[in-house]
């Protein structure tokens, strides 16, 4: 397969498998290693997640636009910034904390990813058994009003916004920080995290990507510093194939997504998570994997 198809075709993947809780970083692994796809330092994966990225940021550039232009004196936006940041910061503690150990010692493990797949799987379907009633909702309207005369739109922030707590936000951070184990799904734990809170299923997704935002920049950022001993021009045709692949990938799959899960809840995917982790275990077992 030539490396401009592998590439587009992982960019895909990442794209795909990054707003979704079923752990982008595995599968990128997994297919990586099925495709034969050789990443020295893992440079393209680093680069195509920016394609994630501004991707969640495009969709919702009239909400973060107006949150921007609203921090000096709207409340809601401060709230907005301020929720966001005390889930964010978590993240950044363990990620500064454990990241190497992580890459050094979990991260090629397939058997964390089958495990992690898994386990994942059925905390979800559990969740969506026993979690509480939601208290925290995200808006039923198009359009909410901000201070004065102003409006947003784009996303339906409103309720969860003005409903949940700091300390809810800063649970759903301190979930996010399971996501360091390859397989456990940086949307998937969010997610989760924001139901148990008390986040009906779309604000916790809508949640999730938000944060999404200042997180992986921040990864993203921390593994450019580490890998840039390795960037080239040699590869960057496949780069940018895999980044445009990524954004326009993500771009597809966010708001389709959250009128999903809307509608039908997360099973699908805590199931495929079981299916995909046990498929890993017999590849592993039958020294496939």
């Known amino acids: 397969m030539p490396s401009i198809v592998q590439a587009a075709l992982l960019g895909v ?4 498998t990054e707003f979704l809780p079923i752990s982008s970083t595995a ?6 290693r099925m495709i034969g796809f050789n990443d020295p330092g893992g ?3 680093v680069m195509i997640q920016l394609g994630s990225i501004l991707a969640v940021a495009w969709l919702y550039r009239d909400t973060l636009l107006k949150v921007l232009v609203g921090l000096p004196s709207d409340r809601r936006a401060q709230r907005f910034a301020l929720l ?3 889930a964010f910061l978590p993240a950044v503690l363990a990620g500064a904390l454990l990241s190497g150990f992580v890459k050094s010692v979990l991260y090629y493990s397939v058997g964390v990813m089958a495990a992690s797949f898994i386990v994942g799987g059925i ?6 058994r026993v979690r509480p009633a939601p208290s925290v909702h995200a808006s039923r309207a198009p359009k909410w009003s901000g201070v004065g005369t102003r409006e947003w739109s784009g996303g339906g922030t409103s309720e969860w ?7 809810r936000a800063i ?3 301190i979930c996010q920080t399971l996501a360091l184990i390859p397989g456990v799904s940086r949307s998937g734990a969010t997610i989760v ?3 148990v809170a008390g986040l009906d299923r779309r604000a916790a997704a809508e949640f999730s990507f938000f944060l999404a935002i200042p997180t992986m920049t921040a990864a993203f950022a921390h593994d450019l510093l580490e890998v840039r001993g390795h960037l080239s021009t040699d590869r960057a045709l496949e780069i940018a194939v895999g980044f445009v692949m990524a954004f326009l990938a993500s771009a597809l799959v966010v708001k389709p997504f959250l009128n999903f899960v809307s509608r039908s809840g997360f099973a699908p995917f805590a199931w495929y998570r079981i299916a995909a982790g046990c498929a890993l275990l017999i590849a592993l077992a039958a020294g496939f994997a």
């Open 27 to 32: 599968h990128l692994l997994i297919v990586s």
């Open 161 to 167: 916004v003005n409903e949940m707590p700091l300390s």
């Open 13 to 16: 993947v990442q794209g795909i």
């Open 123 to 128: 905390v979800m379907l559990a969740i969506e």
């Open 171 to 173: 649970g759903i951070g």
């Open 43 to 45: 440079v393209f994966t």
């Open 193 to 195: 995290g924001g139901m």
């Open 84 to 86: 966001i940041f005390v």
